[in-house]
Structure formats: structure tokens, C-alpha cells
């Protein structure tokens, strides 16, 4: 799926780093309209690095970041924050604000970018929140009542907020079990499809690769070793992607076993 035309997200030659440390050494990676992407690396590898560099979060020492055709660099305020808009973030572990109802989280985003009445922000949130599989009883609750497959619903739904073109989707499925887990695969691929989504995934998670991403990129020290489908990998002359992909969890991946799933 979609690797014609211009990337979506065009990543060149990108160095980040904190203090002495290089974390990501001249990566360049594209991320093309309406895939989903699997970014893997090791522990530390610099992920989440690369995922808050690509959201502005984080500053870059060398390299250009082109998001829907602008680069980051020549933005003005107004040009950033209409680029915020069209993306949605799921952060790791969910990171809804704990004093805030999920209704509330969900209607954060549009409280900070829109300007409509708080009726038609209930009725939006609502909708949202039920794409996700959620419900108004769940919608009063706080982020501490809700199970670990839940709060994962409700940050998507967070993310979503805005009607975006691209989610970033930082280890989604993390600290689910298998079944909750192939269930939040499954809607993602779902939503993607329906609003057609272009979606940045970091994940450890091999079902997840396995199952919905169309595209696999992996950052091996501070650099994208290997770009491709899963079947790619496998053969992959990295020795890193190689062992991860085909290794003995892996094939059980493979093979349908979902207890390997995490
Ligand atoms: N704000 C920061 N200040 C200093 N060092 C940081 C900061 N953020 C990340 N790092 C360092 O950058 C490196 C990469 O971190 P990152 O969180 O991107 O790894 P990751 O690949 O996402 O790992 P994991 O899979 O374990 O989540 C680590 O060594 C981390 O300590």
C-alpha cells in the first residue's frame, strides 16, 4: 500500500542528541499516505526519539522534517499549529491527563485548536469515544477507573480528536495482554481503513508488525538499517533485524501463536 507519490512524512539525514550523546545518527525515513508503518529498534534505540523529533517535541541538530510538504524548519506559529492539527498523538502508556474525566481528555485537544460550543463538543467526544468501542459510562469516568485496555481506547479516542490525516501511535498495544492486544490491533486497522488514517507506529510488538503494518522500518544505533515489508525483514543483512524477525518468537508470530503477542 501506498509507497507512490510524495511522502506524507519525509525524514533526511536527521541527527539527535542530548548533552554527548547521538541518539539518532543521519536517519532518513518516509512515511507514505495511508500505510501503516512499524517502526522497531532495540531498548533505547531512540524511537521515541525519532517519533517526538517528527512532532516537534524534541529539537534536531542537523537534517530536515517535512510534514504534509512543509518542512518543519520554515514553519511560522500559525503554519505549526495547523500542521498539530491534522496530526493525532497516542503517547506510551496512554497519558491521559488524571484529573480529567475521559470526555474531558478526548475534548482537551478541541479546547486548545476549535472554537465550538461545549454541546457540540459533548457530541463529538461521545462519537468518538464510541469508534473506539467505549460508552457514556465509560466517558464519566477517571483515567484510574479504567483497565489498561480501556485507557488505550481513550487515548485513541484523545488522538482522534481532531479528525487528524496522521496518528502517531507510540507503543500502543505495550502492557496489554494478547487478547486486548490483537483487539486494539484489530482498531486500529479498522479505523485506519474507515478514516483512512496514515499511521506511525513504534512497536516491540512482532503480532502487531505482523498483523497490520504494511511497512516495517528499523532503527538499529542511531541509524534505519532496513525498510520494507515483514517478509523483508526476515532476510534482512542486518543481523539485528534478521535475529528479531526470525527468531524463534517470531516464527511462533508467524505461525498464529498469540501468546507471543507483546
Ligand atoms: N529528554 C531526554 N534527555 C536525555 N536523554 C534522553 C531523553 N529522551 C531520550 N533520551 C535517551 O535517548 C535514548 C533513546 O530513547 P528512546 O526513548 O527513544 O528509546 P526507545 O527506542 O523508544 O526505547 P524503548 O523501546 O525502550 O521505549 C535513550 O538512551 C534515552 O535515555
Redo the contacts with the bound molecule.
Keep these: 500500500m501506498g509507497e507512490f507519490g510524495n511522502p506524507i512524512i519525509r525524514v533526511r539525514d536527521l541527527v539527535v542528541g542530548?548533552n554527548e550523546?547521538t541518539?539518532l545518527n543521519h536517519v532518513s525515513l518516509d512515511l507514505f499516505r495511508g500505510e501503516i508503518l512499524g517502526l522497531v529498534?532495540?531498548?533505547?534505540?531512540?524511537?521515541?526519539?525519532?517519533l517526538r523529533t517528527i512532532i516537534g517535541l524534541?529539537q534536531k541538530r542537523q537534517g530536515s522534517i517535512e510534514i504534509l510538504g512543509n518542512d518543519i524548519d520554515g514553519m511560522s506559529y500559525e503554519e505549526r499549529r495547523g500542521i498539530e492539527r491534522r496530526c493525532g498523538v497516542l503517547f506510551?502508556h496512554g497519558a491521559l491527563f488524571s484529573s480529567l474525566t475521559v470526555l474531558e481528555n478526548v475534548q482537551f485537544p478541541m479546547r486548545e485548536y476549535l472554537s465550538i460550543s461545549q454541546k457540540f463538543m459533548d457530541d463529538v467526544a461521545l462519537a468518538k469515544l464510541d469508534m473506539v468501542g467505549l460508552n457514556a459510562g465509560d466517558a464519566e469516568k477517571y483515567p484510574s477507573e479504567l483497565s489498561g485496555g480501556m485507557t488505550k481506547r481513550a487515548a485513541l479516542a484523545r488522538a482522534l480528536a481532531l479528525d487528524p490525516e496522521i496518528v502517531f501511535l507510540d507503543?500502543p498495544t505495550s502492557g496489554l495482554d494478547p487478547i486486548s492486544a490483537s483487539e486494539f490491533d484489530a482498531l486500529i486497522r479498522t479505523l485506519q481503513q474507515t478514516l483512512g488514517l496514515t499511521v506511525f507506529m513504534?512497536t516491540?510488538d512482532l503480532a502487531s508488525l505482523a498483523n497490520i503494518c504494511d511497512r516495517i522500518a528499523a532503527?538499529v544505533n542511531g541509524r534505519i538499517v532496513a525498510t520494507g515489508p515483514l517478509e523483508a525483514m526476515k532476510s534482512s543483512t542486518d543481523p539485528w533485524v534478521r535475529t528479531y524477525f526470525s527468531g524463534r518468537r517470531a516464527q511462533r508470530v508467524s505461525a498464529g501463536d498469540a501468546s507471543q503477542h507483546g
Design positions: 542530548f550523546v541518539v529498534g532495540g531498548s533505547g534505540s531512540g524511537k521515541s526519539v525519532l524534541l506510551q507503543e513504534v516491540h532503527l
